[in-house]
């Protein structure tokens, strides 16, 4: 069965600092995607990469940077975090020509 | 570029009511539709996909179909249970494997 794995489940960081979202899958899987969850928004794409030292920009990239080091690896970083990132994120991957995403179970970050 | 519509942001039935979930989309081309499915504490699960125009995706009781002509992709099920209830995403694949999300609609079931 596919799996994607996240860590950590919670972190609680203050304006200003570094944070680091690890995503892994072993579904060897193409595509990775980094969302953010918030309500009356549903999901929204931050970045994606389609293997390993690519990356495209999504939709709300501002104040993201993101790194996929392996095929089964993607990374998202927050290097100057803000209240405003406060959120869930979700991390998926797929394969081309089956166009299903699966997704971990999700990171909550909060921003003091 | 692309979106797609949900206006209802919650739904409350009873059991054995008749679902209806309005989605429609905004594109240049024929996408991937899809609708997606999160219970309470995970990640959203793929319920249903329609890759074809005027075609009808069915999965576990739920039925979508994909009209090109009105853009709509509304999802119904004839009968739903306190189980169904979760937040439901319209999904649309704009390309090159990049995803948009609807707002997502909220069912609750009262049993």
């Known amino acids: 069965e596919a799996a994607v794995t996240q860590s950590p489940r919670n972190k609680v960081t203050v304006t200003g600092g570094n944070v680091t979202l690890s995503c892994r899958q072993t579904n060897s899987h193409n595509y990775m995607y980094w969302y953010r969850q918030d309500t009356g928004h549903g999901l929204r794409l931050i970045h994606y990469?389609?293997?390993?030292?690519?990356?495209q920009i999504g939709d709300v990239p501002d104040g993201y940077k993101a790194t996929r080091t392996t095929q089964e690896d993607f990374f998202l970083l927050l290097e100057l975090a803000s209240p405003s990132q406060t959120s869930l994120y979700f991390c998926?991957?797929?394969?081309?020509?089956?166009?299903?995403?699966?997704f971990g179970p999700g990171t909550r970050l909060t921003v003091l | 570029g692309d979106s797609v519509t949900q206006m209802q942001g919650q739904v409350t039935l009873s059991e054995d009511d008749f679902l209806f979930i309005n989605c429609t989309y905004s594109t240049t081309w024929y996408p991937t539709l899809f609708w997606y499915v999160q219970y309470p504490g995970e990640g959203p699960q793929l319920l249903l996909k329609v890759t074809t125009a005027n075609n009808k995706g069915i999965s576990r009781g739920f039925e979508a179909t994909y009209d090109k002509g009105t853009t709509s992709f509304h999802l119904q099920k004839a009968s739903v249970q306190e189980s169904d209830s979760a937040v439901y995403y319209c999904?649309?694949?704009?390309?090159?494997?990049?995803?948009?999300f609807g707002a997502g609609t909220r069912l609750k079931v009262i049993a």
């Open positions: 990469s389609y293997g390993a030292g690519n990356l």
């Open positions: 999904v649309l694949e704009e390309g090159n494997y990049k995803y948009v």
């Open positions: 998926a991957s797929s394969d081309a020509y089956v166009y299903e995403q699966y």
